[in-house]
């Protein structure tokens, strides 16, 4: 059973800069791929980015160049540095993780098994 816990959601303006932390416990972080997620009111969750166990990454388009998405196995966290951001980057965003998964990354929330609570990002206008 794996257990995550987001952190750093908060207020930008736009075009200002947040970092979102997961940190995991309870599985073996290196053998699981990790996705950020996003919903905004109204809207159905949303892949944002990926990272896989080998350390290949994905973005949906409308963050790439703005979002970089990491991970640090030895403290078993999975970081979203978001830079540029947007009124419309506004959403909860959500880190999830899936096991086993060396190079594929999937964009579908349905097989991500662990999921965080959430954390609020506001983006100003």
């Known amino acids: 059973q794996v257990q995550l816990v987001e952190s750093g959601g908060g207020l930008a303006q736009a075009g200002g800069s947040l970092s979102l932390s997961c940190a995991a416990s309870?599985?073996?972080?290196?053998?699981?791929?990790l996705a950020w997620f996003r919903q905004a009111p109204g809207k159905e969750r949303e892949f944002v980015s990926g990272i896989a166990i080998g350390m290949n990454t994905d973005y949906v388009d409308s963050v790439k160049g703005r979002f970089t998405i990491s991970r640090d196995n030895r403290k078993n966290t999975v970081y979203l540095q978001m830079n540029s951001l947007k009124p419309e980057d506004t959403a909860v965003y959500y880190c999830a993780a899936r096991s086993n998964s060396y190079t594929y990354i999937s964009r579908d929330p349905k097989e991500y098994r662990y999921w965080g609570q959430g954390t609020q990002v506001t983006v100003s206008s």
């Open positions: 309870g599985g073996t972080f290196s053998m699981y791929a």
